[in-house]
């Protein structure tokens, strides 16, 4: 194993590979079939009742569903994605669904290969931990199916495992709402174990909110957390809606001494305010590094960006690289620190800055503990981006889920209380050291 001075390690308890699948129904990989069979179902008694069949040796079983990311797929979906009812059904194509946007580089995937199962089998072992650097996933990729009703089941797999599911339904004042499904496992020796919570929250101010919460261990003795929001709120005061994701995740190796930290968070308003940020660290045998970074657009075409990482080792040695940008208008400024301290209490830095006139003209200056200096102005252009890449449009046309979630209906003359009052604090400004 290796760590950069970047601030970035790789340990195989973070960086298990899993199987990629489309996420299209008929792109299936069933493991406890022989045969799988499309039913021809143009002038046929299966027209109406049955899409596929699952054939076991010589038994045919007309009703099944298969499960896929956790969520039990549903006969009637399938028929009106085809339109069974108004097509022939002679040839299906199985066609790729396009890849969904990311905050960062790839997503962390939890998800198992499908089988086809019994309509009532539990759920499978989701005993992966999280990826690193992957930022806030879109609520597409958490698959989150809530189960209607009161459920508490559990049960035994073939291997020994067990598992159980259950859900329920909170009420509250304000009109206050939450579903949530519970489920979760253990292997038979108990050396491996999982949990998996979703929920959907909401009030009669229009609060709304979809979460997720994920743990587990592993019997090499790796453990991981993972927490995953997207909230809409409305100001009271202002009136302006608001959509706000937020993601942690944690992982700790059973072997070495390493683990690592991730906090995740973006904040939009209908009127182009954006945040974004992240606090990371992360820790293999004697280094140890953090990095702080954040975006603030204000929707005026102004906007901040900042970025702080650092990094030690056991026996005293430090350094580290931090920068900060401020435009609006195309008038603006950078300026950076770059250093590095040893054991014994020596230090060496090199500072340097820009200003930019918005004219082409800009002024660079700059020195060092080493004795460097400069302090000139040169002919340049200013880019900069003023607008965020992804923004208020963006987040709502991915957040479709929380938007559609029924908070309870509200009887005629019964008003909701007024939340607080803002803390405003989408302006929050960069560490000062």
């Keep these: 194993m290796a760590a950069s001075s970047a601030g970035g390690f790789t340990t195989s308890f973070s960086t298990v590979k899993l199987p990629k699948f489309h996420d299209d129904v008929l792109y ?34 007309n009703h099944f569903t298969c499960s896929k990311n956790k969520n039990v797929g549903k006969i009637e979906e ?12 002679r040839r299906v194509r199985s066609q790729a669904l396009p890849s969904l946007p990311f905050t960062t580089s790839p997503p962390a995937r939890f998800r198992s290969k499908p089988r086809c199962t019994p309509r009532n089998s539990g759920p499978q072992s989701r005993d992966t931990p999280p990826k690193r650097d992957t930022g806030i996933a879109n609520e597409k990729d958490w698959g989150i199916s809530l189960l209607n009703g ?28 939450c579903r949530w499904t519970r489920m979760g496992g253990q292997s038979q020796d108990g050396s491996s174990e999982w949990k998996e919570t979703w929920w959907e929250k909401s009030d009669w101010t229009g609060y709304k909110e979809l979460g997720v919460e994920k743990s587990g ?15 809409l709120h409305q100001d009271e005061w202002s009136n302006i809606a608001r959509i706000e994701r937020s993601a942690q995740k944690q992982a700790k190796s059973g ?14 308003d209908a009127k182009g305010r954006t945040e974004k940020g992240a606090h990371k660290y992360g820790r293999l045998n004697e280094q140890s590094w953090w990095e702080k970074w954040g975006e603030h657009y204000d929707g005026r075409r102004s906007v901040l960006k900042w970025t702080d990482k650092w990094a030690e080792t056991e026996l005293g040695t430090k350094w580290g690289d931090k920068w900060e940008e401020k435009f609006f208008a195309g008038i603006g400024s950078r300026q950076g620190e770059t250093w590095h301290a040893s054991p014994g209490g020596e230090r060496w830095s090199r500072t340097w800055g820009e200003e930019h006139f918005g004219n082409g003209k800009v002024h660079k200056y700059g020195k060092s503990t080493t004795g460097e200096s400069w302090d000139i102005e040169v002919d340049e252009g200013t880019y900069y981006e003023a607008e965020p890449h992804y923004g208020w449009a963006d987040v709502v046309g ?27 604090d989408i302006y929050d400004s960069p560490p000062s050291s």
């Design 255 to 268: 072997t070495e001494n390493a683990g690592w930290h991730e906090k995740w968070w973006e904040k939009y």
């Design 28 to 61: 299936l990989n069933f493991h406890h079939c022989r045969t799988f069979e499309l039913a021809d179902v143009v002038n046929t008694r299966f027209r109406r009742r049955v899409f596929g069949r699952c054939v076991f040796g010589e038994e045919r079983v």
């Design 150 to 177: 009161h459920v508490n089941e559990a049960g035994v797999n073939e291997d020994g495992s067990t598992w159980y599911r259950e859900s329920g339904d909170e009420l509250g004042e304000n009109g206050y709402r």
């Design 398 to 424: 991915d957040s479709t889920q929380l938007l559609t979630i029924e908070p309870q209906d509200r009887p005629p003359g019964v008003y909701p209380n007024p939340p607080p009052p803002p803390s405003d």
């Design 217 to 231: 261990r592993n019997a090499e003795g790796d453990s991981w957390w993972e927490t995953w929001q997207e909230m």
């Design 78 to 89: 399938w028929r009106q994605k085809f339109d069974l009812k108004e097509r022939s059904l």
